[in-house]
């Protein structure tokens, strides 16, 4: 039985600024993940915090807002069997240093902060995420 879902991925501004973004689109597609959707962008610093909200109690929740503000991004949805779970092995770890060799973060993350793409973690957040940047 198929398992077909979307999931949304967004190439941070620490990877848009080094220019990674074809070879992290090439990592997507090489891992059989569809880009259905794109657009490059910068928000606002309101629009990361709504984004995200779920971490506003969290120490690092100031930083990580205007840090997702202070440059372009790339918002995508990408879709294949599986892809919030597919994406999210595919990202590594959130902190690059213990991300797994052959990973995103891995590969071009710098930092916990600048770990150069986000990933939706469920498929409930993915459907929020997506709306979030493609409902007009
Ligand atoms: N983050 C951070 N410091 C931390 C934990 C997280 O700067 O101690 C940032 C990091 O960029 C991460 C984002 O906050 O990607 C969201 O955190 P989450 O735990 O949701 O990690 P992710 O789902 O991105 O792996
Ligand atoms: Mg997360």
Redesign the pocket.
């Known amino acids: 039985m198929s398992n077909i879902e979307q999931t949304l991925s967004i190439i941070?501004p620490d990877a848009v600024e080094r220019n990674l973004d074809n070879e992290i689109k090439q990592m997507f597609l090489k891992n059989e993940f569809n880009i259905i959707k794109e657009k490059k962008i910068q928000i606002e610093k309101s629009e990361a915090e709504k984004f995200?909200k779920?971490?506003e109690t969290?120490?690092?929740y100031n930083?990580?807002c205007s840090?997702?503000s202070s440059g372009p991004i790339i918002a995508m949805i990408l879709e294949k069997e599986n892809a919030v779970a597919d994406n999210?092995k595919l990202?590594g770890?959130?902190?690059p240093n213990d991300a797994e060799e052959g990973t995103i973060?891995k590969k071009y993350g710098i930092?916990?902060?600048?770990?150069s793409?986000?990933?939706s973690?469920s498929v409930e957040n993915a459907k929020i995420e997506i709306d979030f940047f493609f409902k007009n």
């Open positions: 941070k995200y779920v971490h969290k120490p690092f930083d990580l840090y997702l999210r990202m770890a959130t902190n973060r930092s916990i902060d600048k770990n793409v986000h990933g973690d």
